[in-house]
Nanobody, 123 residues
């Protein structure tokens, strides 16, 4: 059984930082990509960032230079370091496992998700 678990969300003031953590179990993650989606109320879901099994990364333009994705020491973990947070970063952030992370985004028929973690940026 595949399980994806996120942690690290919360309330932060504009300009602050948060780190989201994700661990996945139940499959051999050497062959898959890990990444983060987010969805704000009334908005479509968007891919924030992902990392392939070969360490290729994709990052949403609006967060480039502020957010960094990396795999942890254990290959089944990934974290998203979010700096210089803005109110429009407020959303539920979901960690996911999919087949591919390329210049075209984060996709593929493999589709495992965590339960989501709320990130709120507000003064």
């Amino acid at each position: 059984q595949v399980q994806v678990v996120e942690s690290g969300g919360g309330l932060v003031q504009p300009g602050g930082s948060l780190r989201l953590n994700c661990s996945a179990s139940g499959l051999t993650l050497d062959d898959y990509a890990l990444g983060w989606f987010r969805q704000a109320p009334g908005k479509e879901r968007e891919t924030v960032s992902c990392i392939s099994s070969t360490a290729y990364t994709y990052t949403l333009n609006s967060v480039k230079g502020r957010f960094t994705i990396a795999r942890g020491n254990a290959k089944n973990t990934v974290y998203l370091q979010m700096n210089s947070l803005r109110p429009d970063d407020t959303a539920v952030y979901y960690c996911a496992v999919k087949n591919y992370c390329t210049q075209f985004g984060f996709y593929g028929p493999v589709d495992y998700w965590g339960q989501g973690t709320q990130v709120t940026v507000s003064s």
